[in-house]
């Protein structure tokens, strides 16, 4: 087959395979076609297609074929994570900020703590941190990874537990959303490199100077021109941001959330559109950077760990959380276990980390085994204490 023929064909079976996986086994009460479509991604990875059918990995994969398919990741998740930032609801956050403000703190933080002694001890064993990363680097890495929570996804699980227009849904998508303004605050942190530190801040203040003009202007245009103004400033803020060493993802996140949803008609559709068309093909590439030269013990033994960290971590902050705000234990319980989706935000999160080789494609691989198991225990766990919780709070 010439490159065109594989790719296509490449492009057939990642979009059947989760498919007919998602429908004939009925996975949908503990796994949504999201998380299908990420584990067969992993399957279709080097450190178990190409380990177990080496041929046939060289004939679906080859290295033109991987760069085709990496250049329309990269752009469907800019596409996501701007949309990602769009749907944060800072307004709502900051009229609630000291209800809000705490529950975020506590939900975040008990996690991050679990998830960076977690990372200490993968920073002992040695082989795990990326050969650019400093130790406060790594851990701080690790530690966020495990405080994620995917707001995208948290709004689908809303949808479908009939939370999303309650008071209750509404409040649990504010915890989220400053939770991850401050995951891509720490990420940019992460990422500052001093000997870029003048083009960094540069972007920055050229970003909100540019940011102040984008707002005022928009809303006045035609709503048939302003995805197409709001497309050309998320380019232009991935692009800046890759520039000053800053990763374009957190270029596109900045973006999305110096914009109101309100503005951009059929955002909500949009972001629909670009999970089913786009997105699967990032979760393929993601796939292919997913590796087990560790062996598949100790990466396993590692995504273990830090799942222990990142649930158990977010249900301490929840339940303590309620304790001081005076939330009902199932409430309680029932926030902790709806935060635990981590899918796409933090394999995100992890491609970015992975890329500037703060970690290893072992720890990618764990981080994205954590980010799998813990979405998948949000819906039945959450389940279990829906009807306990009085949800129209």
């Given at each position: 087959m010439?490159?065109?023929e594989?790719?296509?064909?490449?492009l057939?079976?990642?979009?059947?395979l989760?498919?007919l996986?998602?429908?004939l086994g009925r996975?949908?009460?503990?796994?949504?076609?999201v998380?299908?479509?990420?584990?067969?991604?992993?399957l279709?990875?080097p450190?178990?297609?190409?380990?177990?059918f080496p041929h046939l990995y060289?004939?679906?994969?080859?290295n033109?074929?991987?760069?085709?398919l990496?250049?329309?990741a990269?752009?469907?998740?800019?596409?996501?994570?701007?949309?990602?930032?769009?749907?944060?609801?800072l307004k709502?956050?900051?009229r609630?900020?000291?209800?809000s403000?705490t529950?975020a703190a506590l939900?975040?933080g008990?996690?991050?703590v679990?998830?960076?002694?977690?990372?200490?001890?993968?920073?002992?064993?040695?082989?795990?941190?990326g050969?650019?990363?400093?130790?406060w680097q790594?851990l701080?890495?690790?530690?966020m990874?495990c405080?994620?929570?995917?707001?995208?996804?948290?709004?689908?699980?809303?949808e479908?537990?009939?939370?999303?227009r309650?008071p209750?849904?509404?409040?649990?998508?504010?915890?989220?959303?400053l939770?991850?303004?401050?995951?891509?605050a720490?990420?940019?942190l992460?990422?500052?490199?001093?000997?870029?530190?003048?083009?960094?801040?540069?972007?920055?203040?050229g970003?909100?100077a540019l940011?102040?003009?984008?707002?005022?202007?928009?809303p006045?245009?035609?709503?048939?021109?302003?995805?197409y103004a709001?497309?050309?400033?998320?380019i232009?803020?991935?692009?800046a941001a890759?520039?000053a060493?800053?990763?374009?993802?957190v270029?596109?996140?900045?973006?999305?959330?110096?914009?109101e949803?309100?503005w951009?008609?059929q955002?909500e559709?949009v972001?629909?559109?670009v999970?089913?068309?786009l997105?699967?093909v990032?979760?393929?590439?993601t796939?292919?950077?997913t590796?087990w030269?560790l062996?598949?013990?100790a990466?396993f033994?590692a995504a273990?760990?830090?799942?222990l960290?990142?649930v158990?971590?977010k249900?301490a902050?929840?339940?303590v959380?309620?304790?001081?705000?005076?939330?009902?234990?199932h409430?309680?319980?029932?926030?902790?276990?709806?935060?635990?989706?981590?899918?796409l935000i933090m394999?995100?999160?992890?491609?970015?980390?992975?890329?500037?080789?703060?970690i290893?494609?072992?720890t990618?691989?764990?981080?994205?085994?954590?980010a799998?198991a813990?979405t998948m225990?949000?819906?039945p766990m959450?389940?279990?204490?829906l009807?306990k919780a009085?949800?129209?709070?």
């Amino acid at each position: 087959m010439n490159t065109t023929e594989t790719l296509l064909a490449a492009l057939l079976v990642v979009f059947t395979l989760p498919w007919l996986a998602w429908r004939l086994g009925r996975t949908e009460r503990w796994a949504p076609l999201v998380v299908v479509q990420i584990v067969t991604g992993i399957l279709l990875g080097p450190g178990l297609l190409g380990a177990a059918f080496p041929h046939l990995y060289a004939i679906l994969f080859p290295n033109p074929v991987v760069q085709a398919l990496n250049g329309i990741a990269w752009w469907a998740v800019i596409l996501f994570v701007f949309l990602a930032g769009l749907e944060l609801d800072l307004k709502s956050a900051w009229r609630d900020r000291l209800h809000s403000g705490t529950a975020a703190a506590l939900a975040l933080g008990a996690p991050l703590v679990g998830g960076a002694l977690a990372g200490a001890w993968l920073w002992q064993a040695g082989g795990w941190a990326g050969p650019a990363a400093a130790r406060w680097q790594f851990l701080a890495g690790i530690g966020m990874a495990c405080a994620v929570t995917a707001l995208p996804i948290l709004v689908l699980f809303l949808e479908r537990l009939a939370l999303l227009r309650q008071p209750l849904g509404q409040r649990i998508l504010r915890y989220a959303s400053l939770d991850d303004l401050a995951v891509w605050a720490v990420l940019a942190l992460i990422l500052a490199d001093w000997a870029r530190l003048s083009k960094q801040a540069a972007f920055l203040v050229g970003f909100i100077a540019l940011a102040s003009f984008v707002r005022r202007q928009l809303p006045r245009l035609a709503e048939a021109d302003r995805w197409y103004a709001a497309l050309v400033w998320l380019i232009t803020c991935a692009l800046a941001a890759d520039w000053a060493g800053l990763h374009f993802m957190v270029g596109a996140f900045l973006a999305g959330a110096a914009l109101e949803q309100d503005w951009l008609p059929q955002a909500e559709a949009v972001r629909r559109h670009v999970l089913l068309l786009l997105m699967p093909v990032f979760f393929l590439s993601t796939g292919l950077r997913t590796e087990w030269g560790l062996g598949g013990e100790a990466v396993f033994m590692a995504a273990a760990m830090l799942l222990l960290a990142a649930v158990g971590g977010k249900l301490a902050g929840t339940l303590v959380a309620g304790r001081l705000l005076g939330w009902p234990r199932h409430e309680s319980w029932l926030i902790g276990w709806l935060l635990q989706t981590k899918a796409l935000i933090m394999i995100i999160f992890a491609n970015v980390l992975l890329d500037r080789a703060l970690i290893s494609a072992d720890t990618f691989t764990a981080l994205v085994l954590m980010a799998v198991a813990s979405t998948m225990l949000a819906i039945p766990m959450a389940q279990r204490h829906l009807g306990k919780a009085g949800a129209p709070r």
